[in-house]
């Protein structure tokens, strides 16, 4: 009997996470899949066909094939769809080297040092989660307006003569990413370092490796699975991104979050949006599958 409960809930516990897959990713994915290829009609909802399982089989195979793939064609036609994906890339890109070059040394100071103060190290990283991230993002904008804290702070210094422009302009939203998203970088980097043996650098160092490159040959190699994991983390929610890039950003700011916003309620096209929203994910989970089969087959080769 006992073995019986414990294969059973060996079982269960394998079927949750797929279970969950099915519910919360699958079957969404596919509702917006169907709508992308439907075709805009003014009424609600704005998509037609619209399938009623009561109309029976005929009536569903007939709304099979008002399915059209043109909604992929108007997005691959129109330049305002290319250029907002690859904006959209190359701002999350940039911003997640900038999060990278700024959290790696503080998880490697953290990591460094004592037992007794990693814990409260560890806190301070995790403390702006507990704020709400829309409130961040707005103290931001009472900081980088032109007559915003760090205009004030300049001229009182008498560093500038005149308000610096960062509102509305790509610096802003680099602000904003990198600091909403510098935890989620910190955090596996650190997980990363701190199961490092340290005592392999020492051992370089006295066989005559100096202190950078004993860093550049060791820790850094030995860290590539926390940064993949920090960059990953960070570039994949930066691509979406629709609240930094509408507040910190321009009108001209082009980002495929906001260009989706717009697609859904603006303009009420759902077949568009729901395309652009198939496409946005293909670009950024087929890449991430690749990668996670060249990473199964480097762990069996190293086996």
Not at 34 to 42: A, F, H, M, Y
Not at 144 to 158: H, I, V, W
Not at 185 to 198: C, G, I, Q, R, S
Not at 240 to 263: A, H
Request: include cysteine.
């Amino acid at each position: 009997m006992n073995r019986l409960v414990s294969a059973i809930a060996a079982r269960l516990t394998i079927i949750a996470p797929y279970l969950w897959l099915l519910v919360f990713f699958l079957v969404p994915f596919l509702i917006v899949f169907k709508i992308s290829l439907s075709t805009t009609v003014t009424a609600m909802p704005p998509y037609t066909p619209v399938f009623d399982l009561a109309e029976g089989w005929a009536a569903l195979v007939e709304g099979l094939r008002d399915f059209t793939h043109e909604n992929y064609l108007w997005l691959w036609d129109d330049p305002l769809y290319v250029n907002a994906y690859l904006n959209s890339v190359r701002l999350a890109a940039i911003s997640t080297a900038l999060t990278l070059l700024i959290g790696y040394p503080m998880a490697y100071a953290m990591a460094r040092a004592p037992s007794s103060l990693r814990a409260v190290l560890l806190m301070l990283v995790i403390l702006p989660f507990w704020t709400s991230f829309l409130i961040r993002v707005y103290a931001w904008i009472g900081i980088l307006r032109p007559e915003g804290l760090l205009n004030q702070f300049l001229f009182f210094l008498g560093v500038i003569d005149r308000p610096l422009v960062i509102m509305g302009t790509d610096t802003a939203i680099y602000i904003g990413i990198v600091y909403s998203y510098l935890p989620f970088m910190v955090l596996p980097l650190y997980a990363t370092l701190e199961k490092m043996d340290f005592s392999l650098i020492e051992a370089a160092q006295d066989l005559g490796c100096t202190a950078a490159g004993a860093f550049w040959k060791i820790t850094v190699p030995l860290s590539v699975p926390g940064i993949i994991a920090g960059c990953m983390l960070v570039f994949i929610p930066a691509v979406g991104e629709f609240v930094i890039p509408d507040l910190l950003g321009g009108s001209q700011t082009l980002m495929i979050g906001r260009t989706l916003w717009n697609e859904f309620f603006a303009n009420r096209d759902w077949p568009v949006a729901s395309a652009v929203a198939i496409v946005l994910l293909l670009v950024l989970v087929v890449p991430i599958m690749f990668f996670q089969q060249a990473q199964a087959r480097a762990q069996e080769r190293g086996r």
